[in-house]
């Protein structure tokens, strides 16, 4: 069994499943790195964040993302984008099923600041693509 856990994300993004590229889990098993050319809609994260994954004896793939935020998610389909501490962005989510399984759950947070927090919890079957997809916050300065 093979088990990969990376805590502290530094942003997490929801992306709709129209905006992604068609036979993802294909490109994963392939070793290509898949693109997003959708910008996706950033969630406002802070606590502890972390991208898991397993494939157990059997073969069986697994992933679950976990995140706390302010932010409400509007009712759809969705892939996440997450960005770990080294600057990859894995994505969480496939055009075709089966698609993630998000719970959400109220908290009050570990502290005055965060007592409206809500904890999203991703789970997919399926193990997380390294992607190229665009974040609003990057900044493309014009070479010279």
């Not at 706390?68 to 969480?92: K, T």
């Amino acid at each position: 069994m093979e088990q990969i856990s990376i805590p502290g994300l530094r942003q997490v993004a929801a992306i709709s499943f129209d905006a992604l590229p068609h036979d993802i889990r294909r490109m994963r098993i392939a070793g290509m790195t898949a693109h997003v050319a959708a910008i996706p809609a950033m969630m406002n994260i802070f606590g502890d964040s972390s991208i898991e994954w397993e494939i157990d004896a059997d073969g069986r793939r697994s992933a679950s993302l976990s995140f706390y935020s302010l932010e409400i998610l509007p009712n759809g389909h969705f892939a996440f984008v997450a960005e770990d501490r080294m600057g990859n962005r894995w994505l969480v989510g496939a055009m075709e099923p089966p698609f993630p399984k998000v719970s959400v759950s109220a908290s009050s947070g570990k502290g005055s600041a965060d007592s409206r927090a809500i904890l999203y919890k991703v789970e997919w079957e399926g193990t997380p693509i390294i992607c190229n997809c665009r974040f609003p916050s990057d900044i493309s300065l014009p070479l010279r």
